[in-house]
């Protein structure tokens, strides 16, 4: 796959190609929704990928590290926010409780994400927690260049107008409180403004482990 290095330059023709061809060649953005990311990846977490260096040495330290990681199993939640109106999304394994005075959440997105800086923006986001039958929605909302919420029903949370998605078995409505950088990824703590439970009591939860999905259930 190539990497940035091999990419010609925007404005520029490609050695080869006829001048007159330039006006009818696709913008790069476009190129890359079509070949996916140009670098390699490695995913720590569903749906958030960090470009790691392509030597052997890096390659294979990467995914030592995600396999040992791997072995610690979480569950699955999607990040959303509104954005320009409309409805933006995030498949995250990284969110923790972090403060009970004031009541505050983390997650971490890598800085690769496309989806965080819209939430940034926004300065809110709803955090859903996945059920079991909704491996189909942790995987959607994981998928780059595609439309996240078709065929997903939502309606907006109390506090911030954020995404609820139905079915999920509890929300936490958040404004951001504070954000640190830390090395490939950022630590997002938000403050609690909202939160709640469905009556999907008998609903076991999604969960991650050794890269898969896995559940409660037996």
């Known amino acids: ?28 953005a476009l190129i890359d929704s079509w070949l996916g990311d140009a670098e390699i990846d490695f995913e720590f977490r569903p749906g958030e990928d960090v470009a790691v260096q392509d030597e052997p040495e890096a390659r294979a330290a990467a995914r030592r590290f995600r396999d040992v990681l791997g072995t610690f199993a979480s569950g699955i939640t999607v990040v959303t926010t509104i954005s320009g109106g409309e409805p933006i999304g995030m498949t995250c394994q990284s969110f923790s409780s972090v403060s009970l005075d004031p009541p505050l959440v983390l997650f971490v997105p890598a800085k690769s994400s496309r989806a965080w800086p819209l939430i940034q923006r926004t300065g809110r986001f709803c955090v859903n927690v996945l059920a079991a039958d909704q491996e189909h929605v942790s995987a ?20 911030t107008g954020s995404p609820v998605v139905d ?14 950088e830390s090395g490939d990824h950022y630590v997002v703590i938000g403050r609690v403004e909202h939160l709640e439970t469905t009556e999907r009591g008998d609903v076991s939860p999604l969960l991650y482990f050794r890269g898969r999905y896995h559940t409660t259930d037996s």
Do not use: Y
């Open 1 to 28: 796959m190539p990497t940035e290095s091999h990419r010609v330059p925007e404005g520029e023709i490609p050695e080869g190609m006829s001048p007159d061809a330039r006006e009818n060649w696709p913008h790069p």
């Open 140 to 159: 959607q909302m994981a998928t780059k260049g595609a439309d996240k919420f078709a065929g997903i029903d939502w309606h907006p949370a109390e506090a």
């Open 167 to 180: 079915g999920s078995l509890a929300h936490l409505d958040c404004t951001i409180h504070t954000v640190h």
